[in-house]
T-cell receptor, first 114, second 112 residues
Framework: DGGITQSPKYLFRKEGQNVTLSCEQN?????MYWYRQDPGQGLRLIYY???????QKGDIAEGYSVSREKKESFPLTVTSAQKNPTAFYLC?????????????FGNGTRLTVT | DQQVKQNSPSLSVQEGRISILNCDYT??????FLWYKKYPAEGPTFLIS?????DKNEDGRFTVFLNKSAKHLSLHIVPSQPGDSAVYYC???????????FGKGTRLSVIA
């Protein structure tokens, strides 16, 4: 079955710790994305990557970092510099960012930082 | 500044009636528009899209209308079913290597 896998579904961390959220896709998509969802805020773009070894900042990149060493994988690190890290994080992929193709989303990771 | 606006945070509709979800955008250069449906604790799923060269696209019970002069699109669901109860997100895209821009969503409740 093709799809996007985000793990874990729930993640708990202490304030001041970095944490990495996993995202893997087997759809052979070139482009991958990270969005953050907060109540009443919709989906806000953190980072996106159109090809391996390349990525661009989205609207709210501060306090986050990403890597794209493999086409299938786009992990997101939430650093201690992110002031409000508690949120629902969604990873997505598409054939290519240039094409008018829909995004396919994973089922998200809920991160709670206390 | 929000480029894609969904001004109704919530909407309640009776089962069997029409649901109309609205979306406004500010950037006239957007050329591709999509609607997504999201259940709690899950990722959004793609529903329907429309290119800026069209003014209507239909897929079963779902129809999207685009009014470029008004920078407005709407999603019609007919007939509405209880399983349609979810948050609906409007999204838009510029041409080229650009990501989707999402609205804040509208929560639809279909009452049996």
């Amino acid at each position: 079955d093709g799809g996007i896998t985000q793990s874990p579904k729930y993640l708990f961390r202490k304030e001041g710790q970095n944490v990495t959220l996993s995202c893997e896709q087997n759809l052979n998509h070139d482009a991958m994305y990270w969005y953050r969802q907060d109540p009443g805020q919709g989906l806000r773009l953190i980072y996106y990557s159109q090809i391996v070894n390349d990525f661009q900042k989205g609207d709210i990149a501060e306090g986050y970092s990403v890597s794209r060493e493999k086409k299938e994988s786009f992990p997101l690190t939430v650093t201690s510099a992110q002031k409000n890290p508690t949120a629902f994080y969604l990873c997505a992929s598409s054939i290519q960012a240039a094409y008018n193709s829909p995004l396919h989303f994973g089922n998200g990771t809920r991160l709670t930082v206390t | 500044d929000q480029q894609v606006k969904q001004n109704s945070p919530s909407l309640s509709v009776q089962e069997g009636r029409i649901s109309i979800l609205n979306c406004d955008y500010t950037n006239s250069m957007f050329d591709y528009f999509l609607w997504y449906k999201k259940y709690p604790a899950e990722g959004p799923t793609f529903l329907i899209s429309i290119s800026s060269i069209k003014d209507k696209n239909e897929d079963g019970r779902f129809t999207v209308f685009l009014n470029k002069s008004a920078k407005h699109l709407s999603l019609h669901i007919v007939p509405s079913q209880p399983g349609d109860s979810a948050v609906y997100y409007c999204a838009a895209k510029l041409s080229g290597n650009t990501p989707l821009v999402f609205g804040k969503g509208t929560r639809l409740s279909v009452i049996a």
